[in-house]
T-cell receptor, first 112, second 112 residues
C-alpha cells in the first residue's frame, strides 16, 4: 500500500467554522490531490498540487483552499464550513507524469 | 464536470457466479483504471490499462481497454464474498496533472 495517511479520520463541526484536513505521504510523490466523494457523484477533484507551493483548482474548488509547504504534506482548508461540504474527503498521490493515483483512507466530515 | 457512465449501478449475485461491468465515455482516454472501494476505506487500484484493445488480468479479475478508447470492461470470475464493494472505473488523460475522471461506481453484493 502507498504510504498515505489522512487526519483526522472523522470530524464533526458547525456551520461557519474553519476546518483543516491533512494529507501526509511517505512516498516522495510529486503530485497530490484532494477529492470529495458524495452519493451519485462519485469522486470529484477539489484541488491538486504538482509540487511544493504549486497548486491549482479542480472542478469543485469553491469554498476550499489548499497549501503545500513541503513535499509530504497537502492541507485542505474549508474557510467557513457549510452543510453542503458534508462529505467524505480523499487525498491521492501520484509520481511522475503518467503514473496512476493512489488514495488515502479518507476523512468523513459532518457539518451541522 | 464530466463523469463516466458506469453500469450497472448495483448488482446482487450468487457466490461462484461471474460478474461483468462496464464504463463508457463521450471522450477518449489514454488510460483506463479500475478501483475497488470497501466500506470506510479509500479506493484501491485493481487494474490499469494503457493501450487500446489491451486485455489485462489480475487474479480472477480481467479488464479490457476498448478499441475506441471510450470504454472499458471489468469481469470478475467465480465471485467470492470478499468481492463485495463498490467498483469504480476511471479514465485518465496524459498531461501535467494527469486529470482523472471517475465513474459513479457499481455496487457489488455477493450472496453466499
Amino acid at each position: 500500500d502507498a504510504g498515505i495517511t489522512q487526519s483526522p479520520r472523522h470530524k464533526v463541526t458547525e456551520t461557519g467554522t474553519p476546518v483543516t484536513l491533512r494529507c501526509h505521504q511517505t512516498e516522495n510523490h510529486r503530485y497530490m490531490y484532494w477529492y470529495r466523494q458524495d452519493p451519485g457523484h462519485g469522486l470529484r477533484l477539489i484541488h491538486y498540487s504538482y509540487g511544493v507551493k504549486d497548486t491549482d483548482k479542480g472542478e469543485v474548488s469553491d469554498g476550499y483552499s489548499v497549501s503545500r509547504s513541503k513535499t509530504e504534506d497537502f492541507l485542505l482548508t474549508l474557510e467557513s464550513a457549510t452543510s453542503s461540504q458534508t462529505s467524505v474527503y480523499f487525498c491521492a498521490i501520484s509520481g511522475s507524469s503518467g503514473e496512476t493515483q493512489y488514495f488515502g483512507p479518507g476523512t468523513r466530515l459532518l457539518v451541522l | 464536470g464530466q463523469q463516466l457512465n458506469q453500469s450497472p449501478q448495483s448488482m446482487f449475485i450468487q457466490e461462484g457466479e461471474d460478474v461483468s461491468m462496464n464504463c463508457t465515455s463521450s471522450s477518449i482516454f489514454n488510460t483506463w483504471l479500475w478501483y475497488k472501494q470497501e466500506p470506510g476505506e479509500g479506493p484501491v487500484l485493481l487494474i490499469a490499462l494503457y493501450k487500446a484493445g489491451e486485455l489485462t488480468s489480475n487474479g480472477r479479475l480481467t479488464a479490457q481497454f476498448g478499441i475506441t478508447r471510450k470504454d472499458s470492461f471489468l469481469n470478475i470470475s467465480a465471485s467470492i464474498p470478499s468481492d463485495v464493494g463498490i467498483y469504480f472505473c476511471a479514465g485518465q488523460l496524459s498531461g501535467g496533472y494527469q486529470k482523472v475522471t471517475f465513474g459513479t461506481g457499481t455496487k457489488l453484493q455477493v450472496i453466499p
